[in-house]
């Protein structure tokens, strides 16, 4: 039993540095003790690493592991999306075939169910590319969202694709395509994520949410039920309604949890697997619902959170007597008009600099009309068109 303790601390300490590695370099972390280990994991210990190697090895170590770091993170390979794969599936052939006879109907429909909905989640977000912009279909996406002037400018172009830019599409370099509405690029599904697939990413991970809190609370009650078998059913027969944790100290308690455990291990490791990693999706989840809620993507938010330091340092200024804009340019091209349910007068400058923000900085800018930006609440995000609204936005798919 003693043993099997250490596995579970184990276990719980490799799914939240797992969490740390993965979603520590997120702006909601940045400067939270999160954000530190995330940087400590993928900077600090590397650093130190390659410190070692060039006095042992004078550096041959570091040139392979870049390589094949370069070839993980830069390369469109699936390696990751295969390792995923492989957990869930072993997990579930483990799982349902010692656990299958013991559950009531009920409970098997709803096994086929969880298990299904996240492989038809995982293929669509791997294999949908409706999000990526080609010539052919540029004009129709520029017409998905207008430019906000702030974090996206009409008449730009991607230098690799040879295109205009749309509003809120960014060039990955991993796909090496444009693709609108981006969120980001996603190893695990070894796709990028924007409007054509975000929703089924979506499902993907709410629906493995789901699954493993469902997986570990139909652990929960198969471990239950035996040792409900063991303790009570046999020594007080089975009609008795007592309850085996009844008169049973916490400590007691865990130990025959425990005992439970080892006694049906492919039930109970899968249960402690579930259990552990259950809170990363659901973090994950949470977090996407975040962004839809606030109006913006992960790709957005990086640049905001570059607006929200360069506000913090003084350097952004507002013309408040600016016109709105009518979401329409000269170029019916590369800027077409479109309805939109908000618009914005704002006009921001960024004035970056390497001396430190002076009173005499917002006199000279004030002479001329512009206001120094104090918070970014002060700035308008167009894309945000409330929770609902929003909402609505991720399931427009082409």
Same mark, same amino acid.
């Given at each position: 039993?003693?043993?099997?303790?250490?596995?579970?601390?184990?276990?719980?300490?490799?799914?939240?540095?797992?969490?740390?590695? /993965?979603?520590?370099?997120?702006?909601?972390?940045?400067?939270? !003790?999160?954000?530190?280990?995330?940087?400590?994991?993928?900077?600090?210990?590397?650093g130190l690493l390659l410190s070692a190697d060039r006095l042992i090895s004078g550096g041959r170590c570091a040139l392979f592991l870049k390589k094949s770091?370069?070839?993980?993170?830069?390369?469109?390979?699936?390696?990751?999306?295969?390792?995923?794969?492989?957990?869930?599936?072993?997990?579930?052939?483990? +799982? *349902?075939?010692?656990?299958?006879?013991?559950?009531?109907?009920?409970?098997?429909?709803?096994? *086929?169910?969880?298990?299904?909905?996240?492989?038809?989640?995982?293929?669509?977000?791997?294999?949908?590319?409706?999000?990526?912009?080609?010539?052919?279909?540029?004009?129709?996406?520029?017409?998905?969202?207008?430019?906000?002037?702030?974090?996206?400018?009409?008449?730009?172009?991607?230098?690799?694709?040879?295109? %205009?830019?749309? $509003?809120?599409?960014?060039?990955?370099?991993?796909?090496?395509?444009?693709?609108?509405?981006?969120?980001?690029?996603?190893?695990?599904?070894?796709?990028?994520?924007?409007?054509?697939?975000?929703?089924? +990413?979506?499902?993907?991970?709410?629906? #493995?949410?789901?699954?493993?809190?469902?997986?570990?609370?139909?652990?929960?009650?198969?471990?239950?039920?035996?040792?409900?078998?063991?303790?009570?059913?046999?020594?007080?027969?089975?009609?008795?309604?007592?309850?085996?944790? *009844?008169?049973?100290?916490?400590?007691?308690?865990?130990?025959?949890?425990?005992? $439970?455990?080892? =006694?049906?291990?492919?039930?109970?490791? %899968?249960? #402690?697997?579930? #259990?552990?990693?259950? !809170? /990363?999706?659901?973090?994950?989840?949470?977090?996407?619902?975040?962004?839809?809620?606030?109006?913006?993507?992960?790709? =957005?938010?990086?640049?905001?959170?570059?607006?929200?330091?360069?506000?913090?340092?003084?350097?952004?200024?507002?013309?408040? #007597? $600016?016109? !709105?804009?009518?979401?329409?340019?000269?170029?019916?091209?590369?800027?077409?008009?479109?309805?939109?349910?908000?618009?914005?007068?704002?006009?921001?400058?960024?004035?970056?600099?390497?001396?430190?923000?002076?009173?005499?900085?917002?006199?000279?800018?004030?002479?001329?009309?512009?206001?120094?930006?104090?918070?970014?609440?002060?700035?308008?995000?167009?894309?945000?068109?409330?929770?609902?609204?929003?909402?609505?936005?991720? +399931?427009?798919?082409?």
């Amino acid at each position: 039993m003693v043993s099997y303790r250490k596995i579970i601390v184990a276990i719980f300490l490799l799914s939240f540095v797992v969490f740390v590695a /993965l979603f520590g370099s997120l702006p909601a972390f940045r400067k939270t !003790p999160i954000g530190y280990m995330n940087r400590l994991i993928w900077i600090k210990i590397p650093g130190l690493l390659l410190s070692a190697d060039r006095l042992i090895s004078g550096g041959r170590c570091a040139l392979f592991l870049k390589k094949s770091g370069h070839y993980l993170m830069n390369e469109n390979h699936p390696l990751v999306l295969i390792f995923y794969m492989a957990v869930v599936i072993i997990a579930e052939i483990l +799982f *349902v075939p010692a656990a299958w006879p013991r559950l009531s109907s009920s409970h098997r429909l709803a096994a *086929v169910v969880t298990i299904a909905i996240p492989f038809i989640t995982t293929f669509k977000s791997v294999s949908s590319t409706s999000s990526v912009i080609t010539k052919d279909n540029l004009h129709s996406q520029l017409r998905h969202y207008p430019y906000d002037h702030v974090l996206f400018h009409p008449g730009k172009m991607c230098r690799t694709c040879q295109m %205009v830019k749309p $509003a809120r599409s960014k060039h990955c370099r991993i796909c090496k395509v444009c693709v609108a509405k981006q969120d980001h690029h996603c190893i695990w599904v070894m796709n990028c994520l924007g409007r054509g697939n975000y929703v089924y +990413f979506i499902g993907m991970i709410l629906s #493995l949410a789901v699954l493993l809190s469902y997986g570990a609370y139909l652990c929960y009650l198969l471990l239950d039920d035996t040792l409900q078998d063991v303790l009570i059913r046999r020594s007080a027969g089975i009609e008795t309604r007592s309850h085996w944790t *009844v008169g049973r100290t916490y400590v007691q308690r865990f130990d025959l949890w425990t005992w $439970a455990f080892t =006694e049906d291990v492919r039930i109970g490791s %899968v249960g #402690l697997l579930a #259990l552990f990693t259950a !809170p /990363l999706a659901w973090g994950l989840f949470l977090y996407h619902v975040y962004l839809i809620w606030a109006g913006t993507t992960t790709n =957005e938010s990086f640049k905001w959170e570059e607006w929200k330091e360069d506000v913090a340092d003084g350097f952004v200024y507002k013309d408040g #007597l $600016a016109p !709105p804009f009518r979401n329409k340019s000269d170029d019916a091209d590369t800027d077409p008009e479109i309805f939109w349910p908000v618009s914005s007068s704002q006009r921001l400058i960024n004035k970056v600099s390497q001396q430190p923000w002076r009173k005499e900085d917002d006199i000279d800018m004030q002479r001329t009309g512009w206001v120094r930006v104090q918070s970014l609440k002060e700035v308008d995000n167009i894309y945000d068109l409330g929770f609902v609204d929003n909402l609505r936005d991720i +399931f427009r798919t082409s």
